[in-house]
């Protein structure tokens, strides 16, 4: 029979979600348990009677409002859903067929689906045994076909973070025509002064680009929207491959208002961090391996055992994140649902 789609993809895994059980309690998504920020909920009540008009494609009043928050000039900014789908447009924007897509493994289980779609071959380092991404190896790893390196900080799903030195020697050794993503999904939880702001730290470099969500501390998961900074040249490019109209109407309304809210964003999030230190002090009784996390999420490197024990969790009716052979991904949630957690993981193992 003749194919209808690329023969290469057939090796290429699926994203897999985390489960969502009617009942249970749901720690396989790094969401935020807080529900809307204020404000929300009123501005897509207001913005779904337009439904049927376009959205602003050009996404002037949230540009506008992100430009004056993170400093940057608008012509920098560039949204879309989600900030992996950006991710998405960055490789189209770099990469032919047989370019590189490079990046530490363990990380974002989307980068190999990302550099795969565009016919890009990704170059996967594996993370240090504190799993971490060892930047020096990834530097070593550049070869002339690099196009893109994906460093996710703090990194999805270990938690661990890169402090600046080591940032610093390895953004120093990256070539300057290779761009380096900085994938910030988590910025706002993360509490080591150690840790650089991509933006603050980096944002003048042309060769850098920093991804952002409003998915994750914002609480907008539902609604996928994200936005990254990139010198205008680049930012130039990669509006080009976008997306038209990928920016919904309400995801822009929505945006706007939790904006509005960073404060109680703030507050929320630091509810997230104490549950986080407590949660990371727990499990460590029973997995002493679990490295330090500027997550909202902890990471349980059990190996071998981590689709049991994800299924185990299940059956008491709490849903982790196992990733086969490698270890568990579990998100913070409330007292409640982490304590629901602890017992479940104390029956599982």
Known sequence: MTRLTRADLDALPAYVPGKAIPGAIKLASNEVPYGPLPGVVEALTAAITDVHRYPDMGVVALREALSRKTGTAEERI??????????????????????????????????????????????????????AHDLRAMAAAVTDRTRLIFVCNPNNPTGTALRTAELDDFLAAVPENVLVVLDEAYREFVTDPDVPDGLRTYGDRPNVVVLRTLSKAWGLAGLRIGYLVAQPEVAGNVRKVVTPFSTSMVAQAAALAALKAEDEMTRRAGLVVK????LLKAVREFSPDTPETQANFVWLPLGDRAMAFGQACEEQRVIVRPFAGDGVRVTVGTEEENDAFLEAAAKAL
Do not use: M, Q
């Open 275 to 278: 549950e986080r230190d407590r």
């Open 78 to 131: 560039i949204t879309g859903c989600g900030s992996v789908a950006l991710a998405e447009h960055l490789v189209r924007a770099t990469c032919l067929p047989g370019d590189e897509v490079l990046y530490s493994w363990r990380s974002f289980e989307a980068y190999p689906i990302i550099a795969a779609s565009a016919g890009a071959t990704s170059v996967r380092v594996p993370n240090t045994d504190k799993h």
